[in-house]
């Protein structure tokens, strides 16, 4: 029953005013509105205890205005923002200064409260108003089917491979890999049926059975699969794009889609059906350690289209998403890592801030909006390109202007990529544990054959080195994963060849190696204690250094040379 409200009638508010003076009247008017609103405000987080009930805390600030002395709880879905018009409370308490309410968490089964978020109300002026933070539950994985421990690789050392030229991988001792998952490719075909929180979905057995025979092969020997999830135009699902985005000429992914009904429940079936395939369970399937939501989140046009958005609009919908994901992925794999991925533009002076965006704002806009709903551990996927891409020198990028060594650089590459794991270091920007969060270097190249001066193959081979130093040098990257392992035919006649290998130019768009570069030789070295540094030396005099240590702070063979 709803709380029952004494109702003043037009005569009686008549009369209150009568024989007052127009002053009286507008000091009364103003009083009446100024008590509009409620006047408390009610810190919620939410957590699984026992891993069959949710467990809702909040402390109460300010001044008591409901007009019972309880405060409502309510229960949203992830794609609702609001509780305007509903009179569905989950329970209630007694409006005091703390909150402690349980109710329980229904997983496996289509009302799951696994992914909800809950909201604090109280019955004010005649319906109910939101006085909280909306809070998601914090920790999926005490649910998780799967425990395995999260299992660091001995180097940094990581590349993204061709398929078909794994044994050149497994000689070359990659031990980070890249996988990408389209959700257009997923859900092109049949084969498999997959049934989640009572609904059946079908995915395509043909494009799993590859992926299944990649990713066993990858981690059976050791190597930690980074799986980057991207969500592919197809009109045999439209409920994955976000409602309105038309398909566009300039985009090669879209954002995902989790703010509708549909959206949410066909998304977080994908990631469900993923993560428990590759949650390591199964030796046939194998296993993905680390996830990333997106690419390059901070350009909407290209990799996560959504339309033109403002940008706490558009990380909102991302971080709506990011916790779907999250819960999906953490609640198999309690260890699983998830992260969230940026370009090198962080404070881009040609941000329009509707498509494109500076990498600082995002990362600002979403570690807010997720301390707001609940802190958890998201990570970062980062993506340190020199400037411009055509040239492999990084070192000298400080002439261009768009290098300095402190957060108002416009760039940050591996000329100061100290300047990115600083700022992750500031209290605000860690995890629940206080922890600095991960940074991986998930996509990186540097080309052989420069737009302006032709073959660069030695400097691309030393920009290499420089650069693998700089991540093994700081503790706060966890790894570094080359692209790529064979040049790209299309990247090629953009002066992007960014191979270890080069590609031939006469197959079209495939991909067929042609022969090694330099690269190859000190890649496969670098990582080596007893082959490192000679296979690096000839870098040094093409930098212009005498010695790695005299550049690279905490340079971890710097007792060897």
Same mark, same amino acid.
């Given at each position: 029953?709803?709380?029952?409200? #004494?109702? !003043?009638?037009?005569?009686?508010?008549?009369?209150?005013?009568?024989? #007052? #003076?127009?002053?009286?009247?507008?000091?009364?008017?103003?009083?009446?509105?100024?008590?509009?609103?409620?006047?408390?405000?009610?810190?919620?987080?939410?957590?699984?205890?026992?891993?069959?009930?949710? =467990?809702?805390?909040?402390?109460?600030?300010?001044?008591?205005?409901?007009?019972?002395?309880?405060?409502?709880?309510?229960?949203?879905?992830?794609?609702?923002?609001?509780?305007?018009?509903?009179?569905?409370?989950?329970?209630?308490?007694?409006?005091?200064?703390?909150?402690?309410?349980?109710?329980?968490?229904?997983?496996?089964?289509?009302?799951? &409260?696994?992914?909800?978020?809950?909201?604090?109300?109280?019955?004010?002026?005649?319906?109910?108003?939101?006085?909280?933070?909306?809070?998601?539950?914090?920790?999926?994985?005490?649910?998780?089917?799967?425990?395995?421990?999260?299992?660091?690789?001995?180097?940094?050392?990581?590349?993204?491979?061709?398929?078909?030229?794994?044994?050149?991988?497994?000689?070359?001792?990659?031990?980070?890999?890249?996988?990408? !998952?389209?959700?257009?490719?997923?859900?092109?075909?049949?084969?498999?049926?997959?049934?989640?929180?009572?609904?059946?979905?079908? !995915?395509?057995?043909?494009?799993?059975?590859?992926?299944?025979?990649?990713?066993?092969?990858?981690?059976?020997?050791?190597?930690?699969?980074?799986?980057?999830?991207?969500? /592919?135009?197809?009109?045999? #699902?439209?409920?994955?794009?976000?409602?309105?985005?038309?398909?566009?000429?300039?985009?090669?992914?879209?954002?995902?889609?989790?703010?509708?009904?549909?959206?949410?429940?066909?998304? &977080?079936?994908?990631?469900?059906?993923?993560?428990?395939?590759?949650?390591?369970?199964?030796?046939?399937?194998?296993?993905?350690?680390?996830?990333?939501?997106?690419?390059?989140?901070?350009?909407?046009?290209?990799?996560?289209?959504?339309?033109?958005?403002?940008?706490?609009?558009?990380?909102?919908?991302? %971080?709506?998403?990011?916790?779907?994901?999250?819960?999906?992925?953490?609640?198999?794999?309690?260890?699983?890592?998830?992260?969230?991925?940026?370009?090198?533009?962080?404070?881009?002076?040609?941000?329009?801030?509707?498509?494109?965006?500076?990498?600082?704002?995002?990362?600002?806009? !979403?570690?807010?909006?997720? &301390?707001?709903?609940?802190?958890?551990?998201?990570?970062?996927?980062?993506?340190?390109?020199?400037?411009?891409?055509?040239?492999?020198?990084?070192?000298?990028?400080?002439?261009?202007?768009?290098?300095?060594?402190?957060?108002?650089?416009?760039?940050?590459?591996?000329?100061?990529?100290?300047?990115?794991?600083?700022?992750?270091?500031?209290?605000?920007?860690?995890?629940?544990?206080?922890?600095?969060?991960?940074?991986?270097?998930?996509?990186? /190249?540097?080309?052989?054959?420069?737009?302006?001066?032709?073959?660069?193959?030695?400097?691309?081979?030393?920009?290499?080195?420089?650069?693998?130093?700089?991540?093994?040098?700081?503790?706060? =990257?966890?790894?570094?994963?080359?692209?790529?392992?064979?040049?790209?035919?299309?990247?090629?006649?953009?002066?992007?060849?960014?191979?270890?290998?080069?590609?031939?130019?006469?197959?079209?768009?495939?991909?067929? %190696?042609?022969? &090694?570069?330099?690269?190859?030789?000190?890649?496969?070295?670098?990582?080596?204690?007893?082959?490192?540094?000679?296979?690096?030396?000839?870098?040094?005099?093409?930098?212009?250094?005498?010695?790695?240590?005299?550049?690279?702070?905490?340079?971890?063979?710097?007792?060897?040379?």
């Amino acid at each position: 029953m709803l709380p029952v409200l #004494t109702v !003043f009638s037009a005569l009686t508010c008549m009369t209150a005013f009568a024989g #007052t #003076t127009a002053a009286d009247q507008t000091a009364a008017t103003e009083e009446t509105a100024a008590v509009t609103a409620p006047t408390e405000s009610v810190s919620l987080s939410a957590s699984i205890s026992g891993k069959t009930e949710v =467990v809702i805390n909040g402390t109460l600030s300010g001044e008591k205005s409901g007009d019972d002395g309880k405060l409502y709880l309510f229960e949203l879905q992830p794609y609702q923002d609001s509780i305007e018009g509903r009179t569905d409370p989950i329970g209630s308490v007694s409006e005091d200064g703390t909150i402690s309410y349980q109710v329980s968490l229904n997983e496996g089964t289509s009302d799951t &409260r696994l992914y909800s978020k809950f909201v604090a109300a109280v019955w004010f002026q005649g319906k109910y108003q939101t006085v909280s933070n909306q809070a998601y539950i914090q920790n999926p994985e005490a649910v998780a089917k799967s425990t395995l421990a999260y299992k660091d690789p001995l180097t940094k050392k990581g590349l993204l491979i061709q398929l078909n030229m794994l044994d050149d991988a497994f000689e070359l001792g990659v031990k980070h890999v890249n996988v990408n !998952f389209n959700f257009a490719m997923i859900t092109q075909g049949s084969g498999i049926d997959y049934t989640y929180e009572g609904k059946t979905y079908h !995915f395509d057995s043909a494009q799993m059975a590859d992926y299944d025979n990649t990713i066993s092969a990858l981690s059976n020997k050791g190597m930690v699969i980074t799986a980057i999830v991207l969500n /592919g135009w197809n009109k045999a #699902t439209p409920e994955l794009i976000y409602p309105g985005v038309q398909e566009s000429s300039s985009a090669y992914y879209y954002g995902f889609n989790t703010s509708t009904k549909e959206g949410y429940e066909t998304t &977080r079936a994908l990631i469900s059906f993923l993560a428990n395939r590759y949650s390591g369970e199964n030796t046939n399937y194998g296993r993905v350690s680390n996830w990333v939501v997106g690419n390059e989140i901070n350009d909407n046009q290209v990799w996560n289209y959504m339309g033109k958005m403002a940008p706490e609009q558009y990380v909102a919908e991302y %971080a709506r998403t990011f916790r779907v994901f999250y819960d999906a992925i953490r609640s198999s794999s309690a260890n699983a890592r998830l992260f969230f991925s940026l370009d090198n533009n962080w404070n881009d002076p040609e941000a329009d801030n509707k498509l494109t965006y500076s990498g600082k704002n995002i990362l600002d806009l !979403f570690n807010a909006d997720i &301390r707001n709903g609940g802190n958890i551990n998201w990570n970062l996927a980062y993506h340190p390109y020199p400037i411009p891409m055509t040239e492999p020198e990084f070192w000298d990028d400080d002439s261009t202007g768009e290098i300095k060594q402190n957060e108002s650089t416009q760039v940050i590459n591996f000329d100061n990529l100290h300047v990115l794991t600083d700022y992750l270091c500031g209290d605000v920007m860690k995890d629940p544990s206080g922890n600095v969060r991960h940074v991986i270097l998930s996509e990186e /190249g540097f080309t052989a054959v420069s737009g302006t001066r032709g073959d660069v193959e030695q400097i691309q081979a030393a920009a290499f080195a420089y650069a693998y130093y700089i991540a093994d040098s700081n503790p706060y =990257v966890d790894a570094f994963i080359l692209s790529r392992q064979v040049d790209a035919p299309t990247e090629v006649k953009t002066s992007c060849s960014f191979g270890l290998w080069t590609c031939k130019m006469n197959v079209g768009d495939d991909i067929q %190696a042609a022969k &090694r570069r330099k690269l190859w030789i000190v890649f496969k070295a670098i990582d080596k204690k007893n082959e490192t540094l000679d296979a690096t030396s000839f870098a040094k005099s093409i930098i212009g250094i005498g010695k790695w240590s005299d550049v690279i702070s905490n340079f971890r063979w710097a007792n060897m040379e």
